[in-house]
């Protein structure tokens, strides 16, 4: 249960980070957020992979579960960006 907590607090660090980097350098939202999430999905499974040394054989069913945590940090750094700007 803790390599669970630990995984998806590291997800939305991950998540964070990508989602203010892609927003702030892509203005509309809807790329942004594709973006952001396609890089957290790269990087966390990177990161997954050269922890364990082989690739996660669950890394479907890990993919749904960081995407959704990672749209809704995405979405809301996105409004906090925009708000940001005006």
């Not at 630990?6 to 939305?12: C, D, K, Q, Y």
């Not at 952001?36 to 993919?63: Q, R």
Request: aromatic share 12%; with cysteine; charged share 10%.
């Amino acid at each position: 249960m803790t390599a669970l907590i630990i995984s998806l607090l590291a997800a939305a660090i991950i998540s964070l980070i990508c989602s203010l980097f892609c927003h702030y350098f892509i203005k509309k939202d809807r790329p942004a957020n594709i973006a952001s999430v396609t890089y957290t999905l790269l990087i966390f499974h990177g990161l997954a992979y050269a922890e364990a040394g082989y690739m996660d054989p669950y890394w479907m069913i890990s993919s749904v579960i960081v995407t959704g945590v990672a749209l809704p940090i995405s979405i809301l750094t996105g409004t906090y960006m925009r708000r940001k700007r005006q």
